[in-house]
């Protein structure tokens, strides 16, 4: 559905983009990560033909951004990081206008804009003055106004920023409906385990270069090759914490507040890891149970980009 | 056309301007302004006629005169401030990018902001045509003259509004298009004139060798003030001072067409190639 080859954008001597390739299935919800300036609202530009790429090529459904920029705005909804409103016009006159722009006729658009207004929990807001809702009602309205023309791809900058945690809440139930809906979307965030929850795939970029891609675990794997297991015994642990002390791939075993449970990092491969189970249950130690530990997004994040100055 | 008649574009900026306030205030101090100077011009040329209180039908036409170079000093003063900030403002508020999402042409932008924002002074000089009809109480005026006028500034409108508009998409900033856009606006109307004045005294000043010496100079920065073109269709002998002065018989008003229908075009074209960015590929 989208396709990014070898995308770069540079400013003069500075690089914002660095030969970034990227490849988002239809249907699939796409989380970018990265720190402020890493090149996230960059790429989205390109993709949204708001900015032209120095080099390489991105394609939208088929449709190369720069060559059919008309058709790859009809296959898109963008809402920007930052975005403003129109005073003295109420929210049904906003979607109209977007609708209109689209080349929507006016009978189908008020077939439409109750649906997404709906669709947003705005519909006690459609006779509202746009300027007067609040942000998280504005965002949510720019989510209406990204889907009026029923496009197949969403770009969504920051969808999150600034809200309160009802409304981020709000957010996520209306994007875990569009994904429902089988909407194909790109979206970057600051709130890291949001979007571990929510997306399929995850980008993590780094001064314009995608260090990083795939579910939240294949990346902590990828990049750090460990994992973390959480044992939890019936009775003493005493003696199952000495067999796995024994373990050449477990590293810093620490006993949990409860008495019964125990976490370690492990460095082997997935085979020697079952292995390890195997070895534990024929040894009668009372597991109850084997899991890896649900992962800190933020801390991989934070691992990833470690040490890196921003210019 | 019919994509311009039901722009949306078009159809907010006018729901946009007609809601809020100011916009008929500002009808109603335009208004008062131009009735101010009508009524004044009366009472001042009544009492100059030795205050017998009358009122000549010459000094009707002096008054059409003074009325209409007014109305062109307003037009000129006000269109760079309705149409400089049109692009850069929507930059500004952070809504051009959503705008320059969708599927509208960058032309159809474009006319549109620039069609909304003029009508709004065709709107004040549509609302100033019954102050007009003073002129017609005292006679000395055909209506011919009064829609060659009312023609010629809807034309300046239009080309004054396109630099707007160009700088305004050129520029980021709306307070640097604005200041930009006067300075060019200030230039066509004030500085043209300063130089035709400079070049004819120069011609003046070498004209003693017994034949009527000419400068062609002077015709190029007059043919570009707006100024000098309304009174010329006022008082002929103007362009025959310049005719005779720069020894070019061309008429002034055919040059002021050509010379604005391609700054017009200019304008539009480079500020709808200057919307968006540049996306084909080198």
């Known amino acids: ?311 | 056309m019919k994509n311009l008649v039901v722009n949306p574009v078009l159809n907010k900026e006018f729901k946009l301007r007609f809601r809020s306030f100011k916009s008929y205030l500002g009808v109603l101090f335009y208004l008062l302004a131009l009735g101010l100077i009508i009524v004044g011009f009366i009472f001042i040329e009544s009492l100059s006629n030795n205050m017998q209180g009358f009122f000549k039908p010459d000094q009707s036409r002096t008054m059409f005169m003074v009325l209409s170079i007014l109305q062109l000093g307003l037009i000129l003063f006000i269109t760079p401030g309705l149409t400089a900030g049109v692009i850069s403002s929507e930059r500004e508020r952070q809504t051009l990018n959503i705008m320059l999402t969708t599927t509208q042409s960058s032309s159809s932008i474009i006319l549109s902001k620039l069609i909304s924002s003029i009508s709004y002074l065709i709107l004040l000089i549509a609302a100033s045509l019954p102050l007009y009809s003073f002129v017609f109480l005292f006679g000395g005026i055909s209506p011919g003259q009064l829609l060659t006028t009312m023609g010629f500034y809807l034309f300046t409108i239009l080309v004054y509004g396109s630099l707007g508009v160009l700088f305004s998409t050129l520029i980021r900033k709306t307070i640097v298009s604005m200041v930009t856009t006067y300075g060019v606006t200030l230039f066509l109307a004030g500085g043209t004139a300063f130089l035709t004045l400079i070049f004819m005294q120069l011609t003046n000043a070498y004209g003693y060798s017994g034949t009527q010496p000419t400068n062609p100079l002077a015709y190029f920065p007059a043919m570009l003030n707006p100024v000098i073109i309304l009174m010329s269709t006022f008082e002929p002998e103007m362009t025959n001072e310049i005719t005779r002065s720069t020894g070019i018989e061309f008429p002034l008003w055919i040059s002021y067409l050509i010379s604005y229908t391609l700054i017009f075009i200019g304008a539009i074209l480079l500020s709808i190639k200057k919307l968006r960015p540049n996306m084909k590929k080198g």
């Not at chain 1, 109750?114 to 942000?135: G, H, T």
């Not at chain 1, 600051?190 to 579910?215: F, N, R, W, Y």
């Not at chain 1, 675990?217 to 024994?246: N, T, Y």
């Open chain 1, 1 to 311: 559905m989208i396709e990014i080859m070898d995308l770069s954008k540079r400013y003069g001597k500075f690089t914002a983009l660095d030969s970034l390739n990227l490849n988002i299935e239809k249907g699939s919800v796409f989380g970018f990560v990265g720190q402020n300036g890493a090149g996230k609202s960059t790429t989205f530009s390109i993709l949204a033909t708001l900015l032209a790429p120095t080099s390489g090529s991105a394609y939208v459904n088929g449709y190369d951004v720069q060559k059919d920029s008309k058709l790859v705005r009809k296959q898109i909804g963008y809402m920007p990081d930052f975005f403003g409103v129109y005073d003295q016009l109420k929210a049904d006159e906003y979607l109209h206008f977007y609708g209109a722009s689209y080349g929507i006729p006016f009978a189908e658009r008020e077939k439409l804009i109750p649906q997404l207004l709906d669709l947003v929990n705005l519909s006690n807001k459609r006779e509202s003055y746009v300027d007067l809702l609040s942000r998280g009602m504005k965002q949510r309205l720019c989510l209406a106004r990204c889907l009026i023309h029923d496009p197949e791809v969403l770009i969504l900058d920051e969808p999150a920023s600034g809200l309160d945690p009802r409304a981020r809440v709000e957010m996520r139930e209306i994007l875990k409906e569009l994904k429902s809906m089988g909407k194909t979307i790109l979206i970057s965030s600051h709130i890291l385990p949001e979007l571990a929850e929510m997306c399929d795939t995850i980008g993590i970029i780094d001064q314009g270069k995608l260090v990083a891609q795939g579910s939240v675990a294949d990346i902590q794997s990828q990049l750090r090759g460990e994992r973390l297991i959480i044992v939890k015994v019936h009775g003493s642990s005493e003696k199952a914490v000495s067999f796995f002390e024994d373990d050449p791939n477990i590293f810093k075993l620490a006993l949990l507040e409860d008495g019964a449970s125990f976490q370690f990092i492990y460095k082997g491969t997935a085979e020697e890891q079952t292995e390890l189970l195997k070895r534990a249950i024929l040894n009668n130690l009372a597991i109850t149970s084997f899991a890896e530990a649900e992962t800190d997004l933020e801390d991989v994040f934070m691992e990833i980009t470690k040490g890196v100055e921003l210019t």
